[in-house]
């Protein structure tokens, strides 16, 4: 099965992302080139951060009015300090059909609010909702998951998801997998949320990924939220929706959505209670890491039947995608080849066997479970020591966000570490194939070690 790349990374169940209802003609024009370039142009690369324009200069500019005389000096202000944060990607973006669509549109911003070029320009801060900083009392009933969902039933069923690392998958269901998934997957597609990673190779040549995009969709729902998207990507994990706002917009119970950034930079945690839902966000070393808790009747709120197949939270990777990681980790147990080393600039890398990887794995992770299990095989693949922290942090979310601590630890079962068996639910490869195998993730270590 082929993925899905960039798969509707802007689709939701009311239409396109839409501005809030505060926005003059001139915010407007700006969102809808926004909206355009989230919608057509969403694979913008690690090294181009035209995207960090689009978003600082919407931040900067939205929820005022620019129509009026009084305004048109502080919209041209905010103009060119984008046009200069463009410039300033220009080396990088110079082939980005993104960046060039925003170099025109800036021109045409210009010509149409008679700025000049010539100025001073605005260091970008976001602005904030004024509903914000305080809670609404009066929000709306429906937009309170445990008072409006459950009114006469039990209390909700809480289920958890998570993916970290290279790139390993818990699923709702509690099922353990390592996944290739190389490119643009949906974690979630559902009626409330839609979630897509993207997964890039980790050193050139090598077969191993790990997550360098996070794209969040919360779609509008009735009085509570308007339409509201997240993105990170590596070295860019803001605290702000797209549009600079850290709340759910202009709508009754708007606060039941926000951000809250508990380390800037490095991780942010994103409420959104009117689903009753829970999202936690970090960059470790150069890679995003997920981490959801969510009630089991959101999470089969599937409205697209034709694809929840790709709904890897529910469904797991597709068997084509699906890594055996407990067969390599037995055969590089077997063996002595040294995995990693090198230098890749600032990132950490090491050459480690399998023994070195245990003892550093289990400096974070004293409990061989599947998250100790996953931590090894990490750092045999690329080397590079801030998978252990992924596995770490991934592993602590998930006490968080799980509702049964009886199923925190993952255990792998016995059999699953006789040469020639297969991870659980895979069939059995001929032991005739098991030599070939282990050359093939041999040649994986060493494809990796040439590129270094």
């Given amino acids: 099965m082929q993925p899905q790349r960039e798969r509707r990374e802007v689709r ?12 003059g003609p001139s915010a407007l024009g700006i969102g809808q080139i926004l909206s355009v370039f989230l919608c057509i142009f969403p694979a913008v690369s690690l090294q181009c951060k035209i995207l960090k324009c689009n978003s600082e200069f919407w931040a900067t500019t939205s929820g005022t009015h620019h129509s009026g005389p009084e305004r048109a000096p502080e919209f041209c202000t905010a103009l060119r300090a984008y046009a200069h944060c463009v410039r300033r990607t220009a080396r990088t973006c110079r082939g980005d059909l993104a960046y060039h669509s925003a170099v025109h549109g800036i021109e045409d911003l210009m010509s149409q609010h008679n700025c000049s070029k010539e100025g001073p320009t605005s260091q970008p801060h976001p602005r904030t909702s004024t509903h914000d900083s305080q809670e609404r009392s009066d929000s709306p009933e429906i937009c309170h998951y445990e008072r409006s969902f459950h009114k006469h039933t039990a209390p909700p069923n809480y289920t958890h998801c998570g993916l970290f690392g290279d790139p390993h998958l818990r699923t709702f269901g509690d099922d353990f997998q390592t996944c290739k998934v190389r490119g643009s997957w949906p974690l979630i ?29 919360f779609k509008n729902f009735q009085e509570c939220v308007d339409q509201k998207v997240y993105q990170a ?35 942010i945690e994103i409420q959104a209670r009117y689903i009753g839902t829970t999202i936690v966000v970090r960059q470790v070393g150069r890679y995003l890491t997920f981490a959801v808790r969510m009630p089991e009747d959101v999470v089969n709120s599937t409205e697209d039947t034709e694809n929840q197949g790709l709904y890897l939270c529910l469904r797991g990777c597709p068997q084509s995608e699906r890594i055996d990681f407990r067969t390599f980790r037995a055969r590089a147990a077997e ?11 600032s990132v950490s890398v090491e050459a480690f066997t399998y023994k070195s990887a245990v003892v550093k794995c289990k ?10 299990q996953s931590c090894v095989f990490d750092l045999l693949t690329t080397g590079d020591v801030n998978f252990t922290l992924a596995a770490y942090y991934a592993f602590e979310d998930m006490k968080i966000l799980h509702s049964n601590k009886d199923k925190f630890h993952i255990f792998e079962r016995t059999g699953d570490l006789t040469p020639g068996n297969s991870a659980p639910g895979r069939p059995s490869s001929p032991s005739s194939l098991s030599a070939l195998h282990f050359l093939a993730l041999l040649l994986w270590i060493q494809c990796g070690l040439m590129h270094l």
């Fill in 12 to 23: 939701s169940g009311s239409g396109w992302m839409g501005m809030g209802k505060g926005a």
């Fill in 233 to 267: 990507e590596t070295d860019e994990l803001p605290a702000a929706f797209v549009d600079g706002s850290r709340n759910g917009g202009d709508r009754h119970g708007a606060n039941t959505l926000r951000i809250v950034e508990k380390m800037p930079g490095q991780h």
């Fill in 189 to 217: 597609d559902n009626k409330y949320l839609y979630v897509q990673v993207t997964n890039s190779p980790v050193l050139p040549g090598s077969l191993a990924t790990a997550t360098s995009k996070l794209t969040i969709i």
């Fill in 335 to 345: 063996s002595h080849v040294a995995a990693g080393g090198g230098n890749r600039g």
């Fill in 363 to 372: 400096e974070r992770l004293p409990v061989e479970d599947l998250y100790f």
